[in-house]
């Protein structure tokens, strides 16, 4: 596959694609074709205006400490599902700051654009499957549909990983969704709103969940743990480099596929928002959350 400005490496070794956001209508199986395997992401590009961007950005920079959860490299809102360990306090706190989410829809017309658009693209680029944000069974109610995830430059990034590590520290989490998830081969998206000035791409490495299920520590950037017990320093590994634009919706097999975001150099915070896509066990619905 030929490099273009967000696709870009020595060797594009998976099969990643990009789509005008105006074609959407004749790529109902995207979704389906990365479950199956011969796809294994694309961008669909601008399927937000630069205005409603915009809009986006300035209603990022109107969050709140109240708002917002620290992260390494940043910050957060709303909450992940990560700091849902248990049942009282960390999941109210988690719907906390998810009813701030759902009365920002209410308040701000963009918000509810970025709900409602996001809706009919999954709905689009998943044809085959009935759409939908999985519910809490303790809550009754549905999860986070993705997460503003702000990256501050000299932070860091995203260090590897792959979102089935993430599934497998996250099994309490999992265990409180009511319906019937399958937990294999997780897909990843995300929406750009800001990029970085340098840094902050996504590096997509040639390295498999099948073959590689460990690393040391969370935090660990250097190397990752084979099945064979041998460390695997991912500089020795064929990567390429995906750096989709504002506006840009991203969606790849994040699930079993290593990668990492680069570090963040530059003025410009990292401004993205994103979440997880899973199957149901009967392989009839597609859920979209955070
Ligand atoms: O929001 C982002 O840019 C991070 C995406 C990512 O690494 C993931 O979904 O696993």
């Known amino acids: 596959m030929a490099n273009t400005e967000r696709i870009y490496g ?116 998943g044809g085959n499957y009935s759409v939908s944000i999985p519910y809490n069974k303790i809550k009754d109610k549905a999860v986070a549909p993705g997460t503003f995830r702000l990256f501050y430059p000299g932070m860091g990034g995203l260090h590897v990983h792959c979102g089935n590590l993430f599934q497998a520290q996250s099994m309490f989490f999992y265990s409180l969704i009511k319906n019937d998830i399958d937990m294999d081969g997780q897909l990843s998206y995300f929406v750009v709103l800001q990029q970085s000035e340098e840094g902050g791409e996504l590096t997509i490495y040639d390295m498999l969940w099948d073959k590689v299920k460990r690393k040391d520590s969370p935090e660990n950037n250097e190397f990752v743990i084979d099945d064979d017990g041998k460390e695997i320093y991912v500089d020795t590994l064929k990567s390429f480099a995906v750096r989709p634009k504002p506006g840009d919706i991203l969606v790849f097999s994040g699930g079993p596929i290593w990668h990492r975001v680069e570090n963040i150099k530059g003025a410009n915070k990292r401004i993205t928002f994103g979440g997880f896509l899973n199957f149901s066990r009967d392989n009839k619905e597609l859920y979209y959350w955070s």
């Open 10 to 125: 020595e060797e594009i070794f998976f099969n990643f694609q990009e789509y005008d956001y105006d074609t959407i209508e004749q790529h109902k199986d995207l979704v389906h074709q990365i479950q199956t395997g011969e796809l294994h992401g694309f961008i669909m590009k601008n399927v937000f205006s630069p205005a409603e961007v915009e809009s986006l950005k300035s209603f990022v920079s109107e969050l709140t400490d109240e708002d917002l959860m620290p992260t390494p490299s940043g910050k957060i809102f709303p909450s992940p599902f990560a700091t849902i360990t248990d049942t009282g306090e960390r999941l109210d706190s988690y719907y906390d700051k998810l009813a701030r989410l759902d009365s920002y829809k209410t308040q701000k017309g963009i918000v509810q654009t970025l709900s409602d658009r996001l809706g009919r693209f999954f709905a689009t680029v």
